[in-house]
């Protein structure tokens, strides 16, 4: 009697590519960048639907396929294979139908249509996420058709709107509040959309911030009668990053969960009103982001980076200046320079359980299929899995494309990666029915 590994085989290259392809077709439409740019998920559950309805009940076949849509042609699609235990459970979720933007004459090839180079398959979307919403596809197809008795239910969600939670209430944030997954609590969920074929076991917080500083514009030819809030954004910032990293240094725990930096925060933007060369602008804003092991509270973090900015209002005389004219008071004016730290919509890290089953279960598929097993985490940021995570779920995190193209230009992955990606959900279906 065949095995269930020997059941459902390999990636069947000419299915997976043949979909991915039309999925790589629509990538233009997905692009995620509100308000200029609204996905139109619908356009790649059309084309997963095209190869999973047939083996749906509607037409006889074993998969309940659920298309749930919040916002018109924002769909999100739950896909079940049931197994014959009650209550016994397993879950890929994650796979998410938008991405990044790409502009095309940065690329080396057409974004928006599927390249192939031998193992390189290449587009945006190949790495994040289409290639794991066309590799978990097939699984489910393959499951559909070669029908193994299973004793658990394996559940697929891809979902809507992962790569910008600035519009809420679209993809899998809706689908819990709706309480359409809360049977996926039972059982470790996998969620599919980092890289690099190892488990992720953490990922950072993101805050993004900015700091805005108000001066006094005049003649840079008279400085001393000016408060120049470049020099005193770049001053405070400074003093701002040297208390950040005292109250919230290198972690213990972010050895034990591999994670290659510390918490950071670092500008990343500048803006300015504008002016001659010559004029000493009355403001200036620096933007950044604070990127946060997920062993450190947002909320802490915010509270401090407010009194940080507090104290240096009240004791601005005290900063640092530069030359001998520099200032940021003018008492004969009555003037004081001014500094506002404002924050946009903050996210938590997350570090995944790593004594639970499903982490144990994804270690061991790993090591099998890849050769060896090096969990790894990062300060990058997966929007809503430290959701999933307080309300119950077992959150385990994976993914099959390459880190080093994931978000970039001339984005591509590897068709041998996403195999082995297949036989690592094989061998966890597999260990799971044990």
């Known amino acids: 009697m065949a095995t269930l590994k020997q059941t459902l085989g390999d990636l069947n290259k000419e299915s997976f590519v043949g979909l991915l392809s039309k999925l790589i ?16 998920e619908d356009r790649i559950v059309n084309h997963v639907l095209n190869v999973l309805r047939p083996y749906s009940t509607a037409t006889g076949g074993p998969l309940r396929i659920n298309h749930v849509t919040y916002k018109p042609n924002r769909g999100n699609l739950i896909v079940e294979y049931p197994g014959t235990q009650p209550g016994k459970i397993l879950s890929f ?8 933007t790409a502009n095309p004459s940065d690329w080396d090839f057409d974004p928006f249509s599927l390249g192939i180079d031998g193992d390189m398959l290449k587009g945006r979307g190949t790495t994040d996420c289409l290639g794991h919403v066309a590799l978990v596809a097939e699984l ?6 070669t029908k193994p008795q299973l004793k658990s239910t394996v559940v697929a969600v891809f979902i809507a709107s992962e790569e910008n939670s600035s519009i809420p209430g679209v993809g899998v944030d809706a689908l819990v509040k709706d309480g359409l997954l809360n049977n996926l609590k039972q059982g470790p969920l996998f969620w599919i959309d980092t890289a690099d074929k190892q488990p992720c076991i953490g990922t950072g917080g993101m805050i993004p911030w900015k700091l805005h500083a108000t001066g006094k514009l005049f003649h840079s030819g008279l400085a001393h009668k000016a408060i120049n809030p470049l020099e005193l954004a770049m001053e405070a910032l400074k003093v701002i990053q040297s208390r950040f990293y005292e109250d919230f240094p290198p972690h213990p725990k972010e050895k034990v969960y591999g994670f290659a930096t510390p918490s950071t925060m670092k ?10 060369i010559n004029q000493i602008p009355a403001e200036c ?3 950044g982001d604070v990127r ?3 062993f450190y509270s947002v909320t802490d973090v915010i509270k401090k980076l407010e009194a940080y900015a507090e104290d240096l209002n009240t004791n601005i005389e005290k900063l640092g200046t530069r030359g001998p004219v520099s200032k940021y008071v003018l008492p004969d004016e009555n003037l004081r320079g001014r500094l506002a730290i404002t924050f946009d919509e903050a996210l ?23 050769g060896h097993v090096k969990p790894y985490s990062i300060t990058g940021s997966l929007p809503l899995i430290r959701e999933l995570q307080e309300e119950g779920f077992d959150v385990q995190t994976a993914g099959y494309g390459l880190m080093a193209t994931y978000h970039a230009k001339n984005e591509y992955c ?13 061998s966890i279906i597999t260990q799971l029915e044990e």
């Open 25 to 40: 077709g629509e990538s233009k439409f997905v692009q995620n960048n509100p308000p200029e740019l609204i996905p139109e």
């Open 93 to 100: 979720v994650g796979m998410h139908m938008d991405v990044v």
């Open 140 to 145: 489910m197809r393959r499951l559909a058709e």
């Open 267 to 276: 500008p990343t933007q500048w803006f300015y009103p504008g002016g001659g």
């Open 285 to 287: 804003t620096v933007s």
């Open 292 to 294: 946060l092991t997920p």
């Open 348 to 370: 938590s890290g997350v570090a995944c359980n790593l004594d639970s089953r499903g982490f144990h279960v994804l270690c061991k598929a790993t090591e099998e299929v890849v």
């Open 414 to 426: 590897l068709f041998s990666d996403m195999a082995q990606g297949y036989r690592v959900f094989a």
